[in-house]
């Protein structure tokens, strides 16, 4: 929902400042109903406002509902609020009216009114006003105003906002095309949400190639023989991320590096906190097992998929679980 922006207050504070994410570009065909036009555009007005990021935000906003009405009265695709919507609504889509409930009208409206949060963001982080990541902060002002964002130094801990921001960051991946991931470092908030940093550093390799044996806590790493299939592959020549290898390097970087995991899945599936398969969120550690044991694992992204790294010959990408739906999975919680 577009919250109405409040007054500004100002708090001091000491960190430095974070830089905005970086992002990759548009799955192609993800965006349903001749849509993809609109989310480009609104998705190419300022720099730290993607494509993938827009897209990820209407879903968690309306379902991609154009006649959604909330409980608050916010309204459309894009959930303007009334008092909000004059400020940005144009008539994008040159129809000749303008209205939240028009797709263009209101797609191209919350790229602007995003842009514009994150100008405002941008300079209350080098003023030391807020601290984070400035693409979170733009998400929480949209949802709670950014007003509301500068009187809590950040992120407002209202029992709304942290899973809004989580769920569109997590949402992120399924809009991003692979082989454009957003490279080491981007995304993670120091001192930031575990569940929210598990799920970021997976994303930030999105198209890293699969190497059998590859990955520790601080990135991708050369591959080693198996001598079997990834063998067959050239696994050994190559620098990348095998399923548990990705894992290690997310869990180290959401825990500033106080968490070391062993190169193994099924060594993985014995630590953290169990988490039924009907409970779990973002963040939390899948793990597959067929008649031989644990084989696979990954980083549950919510919406029932992960990123994960899937098998040699492969990249480090986004999975429907439906893809494993004949194995034993079973899930841990590590933050």
């Given amino acids: 929902m577009v919250a109405v922006p409040l007054g500004l207050s100002v708090l001091a504070g000491s960190d430095t400042p974070a830089a905005a994410s970086a992002h990759g570009q548009l799955v192609a065909g993800q965006v349903p109903n001749g849509w993809e036009p609109w989310v480009l555009q609104a998705g190419s007005i300022c720099p730290e406002v993607s494509a993938p990021l827009v897209a990820a935000q209407i879903e968690a906003e309306s379902g991609w509902n154009p006649e959604a009405v909330s409980p608050a009265g916010a309204q459309g695709l894009s959930q303007f609020m009334p008092g909000t919507w004059p400020s940005y609504g144009r008539d994008s889509d040159g129809n000749g009216q303008v209205s939240p409930f028009d797709p263009g009208d209101a797609i191209v409206a919350q790229g602007t009114f995003d842009c514009a949060l994150a100008a405002e963001m941008t300079t209350a982080l080098a003023a030391g006003q807020v601290t984070g990541d400035v693409i979170d902060l733009v998400l929480a002002s949209y949802n709670a105003g950014s007003g509301a964002v500068r009187a809590a130094g950040g992120i407002p801990q209202n029992g709304e906002t942290p899973a809004y921001v ?90 500033g590096g106080s968490l070391r995991l062993p190169h193994s899945a099924a060594a993985q599936s014995q630590m953290g906190q169990p988490v039924a398969t009907n409970a779990i969120v973002a963040g939390d550690v899948l793990f597959f097992a067929d008649s031989g044991g644990v084989h696979h694992t990954g980083i549950y992204m919510g919406g029932g998929q992960m990123v994960n790294a899937p098998q040699s010959g492969d990249v480090v990408k986004v999975s429907n679980l439906t893809g494993w739906a004949g194995e034993n999975m079973t899930a841990r919680r590590f933050g």
Avoid: H
Wanted: hydrophobic share 40%; proline share 2%.
């Fill in 166 to 255: 989580t769920r569109i960051r997590s949402l992120e991946a399924k809009y991003t095309a692979v082989g454009t991931g957003i490279g080491a470092g981007a995304g993670i908030v120091a001192g930031g949400p575990f569940a929210a940093n598990m799920v970021a550093a997976g994303m930030q390799w999105l198209g890293t190639v699969y190497a059998w044996g590859g990955g520790d806590a601080t990135g991708p790493t050369r591959g080693i023989r198996d001598g079997g299939v990834a063998d067959s592959f050239g696994d050994y020549t190559k620098v990348g991320f095998d399923c548990s290898g990705l894992v290690i390097y997310a869990a180290a970087q959401a825990s």
